[in-house]
């Protein structure tokens, strides 16, 4: 009996025991995972960036998220990185003037990233405030993404406009460890880095010729005779110096061949009683009647070149001038208030269609220019989003319309129209059936005018005509060291170097006139027009009408 009694204690004492141990490692476990979770909400693990966060309110993280979401860049992030790149954001206020990034400052990781909630900020580039409407930041501007995520410098300044500006900041170390997932490999940086190059020409933050469309020059002989870059005679020396060198050689053989004169008197013309120099003076007389016809034909065909090269120049101005008449029909016949000041409805209208213009003429300059031709591509499309040249929604339609990478301008030009008539039944547009047909007018002489561009690249000059006038200069500067020698003795060294560069240099710039856009990569910029210029000026004109008729002296 008393074993039974002992057995049964030793069984109640053993099931005690076990309980407690069993809650103690519960509590245990608890305290564990208590910690471990603060750890995660509080601290960064590596690999999955999590850093410390800043309270915010509901209104405050829907905007962030809205900002965030509406950049291509932010859009695969993962739910709980973005999450934690929201938490991670500090809310500050900052005076008018201060300055939020230098241009020129390499994004180290000092620097901050910052989203702009309230007041507007100004762009300049080396001094010069950035044409509209890329030169103010508006609230939901991202700023500072780019440069700390690829670790450049700045390519802007970026400077408090507002007297005071509420911005959401986080520093660049952060930041850089949220996106770890999305950073592009290494293969496609040389891809981001050329997309960035090309949106930076056209949104205004870099030139090629310091904002001409051209390379411009001073009318002054010592300016003209001193310049080395952007000449023809940067371009032809080599074939100058090989000429001349070739020349060199013939006069040594010659020299060998006659040996009438000893080689250090090089200066003496030659004795044209030797029948090797006979010969040549047969030569001359061939060369001297291809000279008459390859001059005449070689001027003709730059002067043909150079009237191609000035269709092309003024179809792109024109281009500009229907955009132009464009926007100033909305603004002239946009509805207004009884202070004749604009309605939020034609506000609304005109910065939707200056967006829908200001994208077509990129994309339709990407269309037909090699310097610009990555922006259509499906990784440019999404730089021009997240750069904010357009809007997450236009890139989705974009992205599914059945239409070429080279074709997609088209779109944004219908947009541009039918735009317009939705305003008119919205009341943002005078519902006048004759401004109906005029803005389908304008629109329909723009189309048939940038459609010349590609007409004119696409048939410049005939394949047979210009292998034609290669040969023929070719021959004739070939022909010139044994055509000149017999008169000239070696002086003619120079004179071949001379004619070469004039007759070679006429045709490559007859060749270079045939290619306003650069895109055979035959010279460097030397001729070619800078199409960012164009572009830059007409973002400038689908903003500078509105803001003429905001107000009106009545």
Not at 109 to 136: H, I, M, W
Not at 137 to 147: D, M, Q, R
Not at 458 to 470: E, G, K
Request: charged share 20%; hydrophobic share 45%.
């Amino acid at each position: 009996m008393r074993r039974l009694v002992f057995l049964l204690s030793l069984v109640l004492a053993m099931s005690t025991s076990i309980a407690w141990i069993e809650k103690i490692r519960q509590h245990d476990m608890h305290s564990s995972f208590s910690k471990w979770t603060a750890s995660v909400l509080n601290s960064t693990r590596a690999g999955d960036p999590v850093a410390a966060g800043f309270p915010k309110s509901k209104e405050e993280y829907t905007f962030l998220e809205t900002a965030l979401l509406n950049n291509v860049l932010f859009t695969n992030l993962p739910n709980s990185s973005l999450v934690s790149l929201i938490d991670a954001f500090e809310c500050v206020t900052v005076p008018q003037h201060h300055v939020l990034v230098q241009q020129g400052e390499h994004a180290s990781t000092a620097a901050f990233v910052f989203v702009l909630a309230s007041g507007l900020c100004t762009v300049t580039v080396d001094g010069n405030v950035v044409p509209e409407p890329y030169g103010t930041l508006t609230p939901g501007s991202i700023v500072g993404e780019l440069g700390v995520l690829f670790n450049t410098t700045r390519a802007a300044t970026i400077t408090a406009k507002s007297e005071t500006v509420t911005l959401y900041r986080v520093d660049a170390d952060t930041f850089k460890r949220v996106l770890n997932r999305v950073i592009p490999p290494a293969d496609q940086t040389d891809l981001f880095a050329t997309i960035d190059e090309a949106i930076k020409q056209v949104a205004g933050t870099k030139t090629l010729y310091g904002g001409d469309i051209i390379r411009q020059y001073v009318p002054s002989r010592s300016w003209l005779w001193t310049r080395w870059a952007g000449t023809i005679l940067q371009y032809n020396i080599k074939t100058t110096l090989f000429n001349m060198l070739f020349s060199f050689g013939f006069i040594l053989l010659a020299r060998r061949i006659t040996n009438d004169q000893p080689p250090w008197h090089m200066g003496l013309s030659p004795n044209k009683t030797h029948p090797f120099i006979e010969r040549l003076t047969i030569v001359h007389k061939l060369w001297s009647y291809q000279m008459s016809l390859t001059t005449f034909i070689l001027t003709f065909f730059l002067n043909q070149s150079f009237g191609f090269w000035q269709e092309i120049y003024s179809i792109a101005r024109r281009i500009q001038g229907r955009l132009n008449d464009f926007h100033v029909l909305l603004a002239t016949h946009a509805t207004r208030e009884d202070d004749y000041s604009y309605t939020p409805a034609a506000e609304k209208l005109m910065d939707d269609i200056g967006a829908y213009s200001r994208l077509f003429h990129i994309l339709f300059w990407a269309s037909l220019s090699r310097r610009f031709q990555v922006l259509r591509t499906p990784r440019g499309l999404e730089r021009l989003a997240s750069r904010g040249l357009m809007t997450s929604q236009q890139l989705k339609i974009l992205n599914n319309l059945d239409l070429p990478e080279n074709q997609k301008h088209n779109a944004c030009l219908e947009w541009m129209m039918t735009r317009a008539l939705k305003g008119m039944k919205d009341g943002g547009l005078r519902d006048d059936m004759a401004l109906q047909w005029h803005l389908i007018d304008q629109l329909c002489v723009l189309r048939a005018t940038y459609a010349g561009i590609n007409d004119k690249l696409t048939c410049r000059m005939p394949l047979a005509y210009t292998h034609f006038v290669q040969i023929l200069v070719d021959t004739f500067c070939l022909l010139s060291p044994l055509a000149l020698y017999a008169d000239l003795g070696a002086y003619s060294i120079f004179c071949v170097g001379i004619l070469t560069l004039i007759y070679t240099g006429l045709l490559d710039l007859a060749k270079i006139f045939l290619d306003p856009l650069n895109n055979e990569k035959f010279t460097k910029n030397s001729i070619y027009m800078d199409i960012g210029v164009l572009i830059r000026e007409s973002n400038a004109g689908s903003v500078r009408w509105k803001n003429a008729g905001a107000q009106l002296p009545f």
